[in-house]
C-alpha cells in the first residue's frame, strides 16, 4: 500500500513555530546487523534537509558515525540534537547523554551551543499516527470497531519507563473507541506479544510495531514470530509498517525543532571553529602538494578546474565509462552502508567498501562532505591527528562509565580483549591506526610509512561500539 506524503498526511501536528534552523544531529540505535535499522532516520534527515536546516547529521550507538563522534561531524555553532527514540527509556537516558558528553537542555561546547532535546516521541503526535497506521491496513471486508488494535513496543527490563509512552498511546486510542479493544504488547517485557495474541478473541488483529524502523526485531524476530503462532487458523494477523517510517514524522520533528527558537549563530574566530571547518584548508593545502591522497579506501584525485573525483582505490587505472557515476554525497553515502553482496557496514573503516563508482566534487567543501557520507569521522581524524589534537582514551578507559550489558567490561581480562580485538580490528579488517590499548594509548601513529606519502593516515583514538560488542561476543561464546 502507498504511503502518503508528509503534505498529504491526515496526521494532525502541533503548530510549530518560526525563526532560526539550528544544525541537527538525529541520534538513534541502529543496528549491525540490519542496515534497515538506520533508514527511517536517514529519510528524516534528509525531510529535514528539504524542510530548509541547514545541516543535519546523524549518528547511531551500533553503527558509524557513533554517538561520541556526533559533534565532531557539524559545522553549525548553534546544534539541536534529536533523539530518535518513540518512547523515553535506558537509551535515551542513559546512553545518549554519555555518549554525547551532554545532559538535556542547553550545552556550550567549544564556543558552540548545543541543545539536546527530548526523544521525539515523548511529544504530542503519536497517537494519531499509530491510528493511522492501523487504518492503512485494515481488510477491505472488516472494520476496526470489531478488529483488536495491538502496539508493540521494545520495552525493557532495565527501564520501566520504557513502556510509558506505548501505554499511553492505548489508553488514548481506547478513549477515543474506534476499535473494539486496544491493548500494548512487547518485545522484551511483560506483556508479551505472544502472551497477548494467545488472549485474543477478535477476529482481526492490527498489529502495529511502536518502533523506529524495521530492523532487527520488526524486520526478522517479530514475522518468524507471527510466522508459527497459530492464532493464524482462526484470525487475521495484519501486521503494519513501523510507527517510525511514518512521513508525518517529518513534521513533528520540524515543530520540535523549530519549538525551541534556538538563537542564530554566534560569531567567533578560527580557532573556536569545528574542526570539520578547519579542516577544509589543511586538505585542499595537501592535494595543492599532491594531486592524489587516499582516505581509507577511497582515491581522491585532483582533476582540471579543481573538481575532484572520487573512486576505489582498486578501479585506480578504469576507464571511467566502465564505473557507475553517483550523483550526490547522499547517494554515495546511501550506497557506502552496504557491502557489495549487499550486507549492511556498520563499521564504515573495514576493508569492504564496493568497488565499480565514481564520484566528482566541484569544491573542497563538497569533496569533504562526499567524504563524511562514505566514513564518518575519519577524515576528521586524520585532520585531528594531523594537528595532534585528538584525544586517546584505552580500552579501560572507554569502559570505565559503561552500564548496562556493556558494565561488567571493566572487569574483562586483557587476553579477552586482546583476542576481540584480533577477531574485530585486524579480523574484518578496520583501516584505522589503533591509537589505543587495553590498559593505555599509543603517542604517536603507529605503522605510517614514508611510502605512503598519498595516504592519509586516520587514527583510531578509542575503541568502538563494535569491539565492545566483539568482546562481549566473545564472553558469551566461551560459556556456551
Not at 46 to 57: A, C, I, S, T, Y
Not at 139 to 164: E, F, I, N, Y
Not at 431 to 446: F, I, P
Amino acid at each position: 500500500m502507498n504511503t502518503p506524503s508528509a503534505s498529504q498526511s491526515s496526521v494532525p501536528l502541533p503548530e510549530g513555530g518560526g525563526g532560526h534552523r539550528p544544525g541537527v544531529i538525529l541520534v538513534a540505535h541502529g543496528s549491525a546487523r540490519s542496515a534497515a535499522s538506520a533508514e527511517p532516520v536517514l529519510a528524516l534527515a534528509k525531510g529535514l534537509r528539504d524542510r530548509g536546516f541547514p545541516e543535519v547529521r546523524s549518528a547511531f550507538w551500533k553503527e558509524e558515525p557513533f554517538l561520541h563522534q556526533a559533534l565532531e561531524l557539524t559545522r553549525s555553532g548553534t546544534v539541536a540534537v534529536l533523539p530518535v527514540f518513540l518512547s523515553e527509556g535506558y537509551f535515551s537516558s542513559t546512553v545518549v547523554p554519555r555518549e554525547l558528553g551532554l545532559r538535556y537542555g542547553d550545552n556550550h561546547v567549544g564556543g558552540r551551543l548545543v541543545h539536546l532535546l527530548p526523544p521525539l516521541g515523548v511529544n504530542a503526535g503519536l497517537t494519531e499516527i499509530v491510528a493511522a497506521r492501523a487504518q492503512e491496513k485494515v481488510p477491505p471486508d472488516a472494520c476496526t470497531s470489531k478488529a483488536l488494535l495491538v502496539v508493540l513496543g521494545h520495552g525493557t527490563q532495565r527501564d520501566p519507563a520504557s513502556a510509558g509512552t506505548v501505554l499511553d498511546v492505548c489508553a488514548s486510542l481506547s478513549r477515543e473507541g474506534k476499535f473494539a479493544r486496544v491493548a500494548p504488547a512487547f518485545i522484551d517485557q511483560d506483556p508479551l506479544l505472544a502472551n497477548v495474541l494467545e488472549d485474543a478473541r477478535e477476529p482481526v488483529i492490527l498489529l502495529v510495531p511502536f518502533l523506529v524502523a524495521a530492523g532487527w526485531h520488526g524486520g526478522t524476530t517479530v514475522p518468524r514470530e507471527l510466522g508459527s503462532d497459530s492464532q493464524g487458523a482462526r484470525q487475521r494477523i495484519v501486521y503494519t509498517e513501523p510507527v517510525g517510517t511514518h512521513p508525518a514524522l517529518v513534521e513533528l520533528a520540524e515543530t520540535l525543532l523549530l519549538d525551541k527558537a534556538l538563537p542564530p549563530e554566534p560569531s567567533r574566530d578560527d580557532s573556536a571553529s569545528p574542526p570539520l571547518t578547519r579542516l577544509e584548508s589543511l586538505l585542499a593545502e595537501r592535494l595543492a602538494r599532491s594531486t592524489t591522497a587516499v582516505l581509507i579506501q577511497v582515491m581522491i584525485r585532483v582533476e582540471e578546474h579543481a573538481v575532484h573525483e572520487l573512486r576505489h582505490v582498486d578501479d585506480d587505472g578504469i576507464d571511467p565509462r566502465h564505473l557507475t557515476d553517483i550523483a550526490s554525497a547522499t547517494a554515495l553515502g546511501t550506497f557506502a552502508r552496504h557491502r557489495g553482496d549487499g550486507g549492511p557496514r556498520p563499521l564504515r573503516t573495514a576493508a569492504d567498501l564496493p568497488r565499480g563508482w565514481r564520484f566528482r566534487a566541484s569544491c573542497v567543501r563538497d569533496l569533504i562532505e562526499a567524504l563524511v557520507e562514505v566514513y564518518g569521522s575519519a577524515l576528521v581524524h586524520w585532520h585531528l591527528g594531523e594537528t595532534d589534537e585528538l584525544s586517546r582514551v584505552s580500552f579501560r578507559e572507554a569502559t570505565a562509565d559503561q552500564t548496562g550489558g556493556y558494565a561488567n567490561l571493566t572487569q574483562i581480562e586483557a587476553r579477552v580483549v586482546e583476542a576481540a580485538m584480533h577477531s574485530v580490528c585486524d579480523g574484518l579488517p578496520c583501516l584505522r591506526t589503533r591509537l589505543w590499548r587495553v590498559e593505555d594509548t599509543v603517542t604517536g601513529v603507529k605503522g605510517q610509512q614514508k611510502d605512503a606519502a598519498d595516504r592519509l593516515v586516520v587514527p583510531c583514538p578509542r575503541p568502538c561500539p563494535i569491539l565492545l560488542s566483539g568482546v562481549l561476543d566473545l564472553i558469551a561464546e566461551s560459556k556456551s
